[in-house]
């Protein structure tokens, strides 16, 4: 079976629900720089705010314990 990186909200790293630290652990990033990037897009048009809650309600939460 091959192994494959999967989207997930993060459990550890979360401020509202988790889309940011897990899309940074996707991509392998910074979780700040993740925030910022959605901050300034929300600024701008309101464009972050729906791709957050698009991610944030098709995106599971990762698997584990605390």
């Known amino acids: 079976m091959e192994d494959y990186k999967r989207l997930t909200r993060s459990r ?4 509202i629900a988790g889309v940011c630290g897990g899309l ?3 991509l392998n990033v910074d979780p700040t720089v993740v925030r910022i990037i959605f901050l300034i897009l929300l600024l701008i048009g309101g464009g972050g705010g729906l791709i957050y ?4 309600l098709c995106a599971p939460e990762e698997e584990g314990f605390y």
């Not at 550890?12 to 401020?15: G, L, S």
């Not at 809650?53 to 944030?56: D, E, K, M, N």
């Open 12 to 15: 550890t790293d979360r401020k």
């Open 53 to 56: 809650l698009i991610i944030w």
């Open 24 to 26: 940074a652990k996707y």
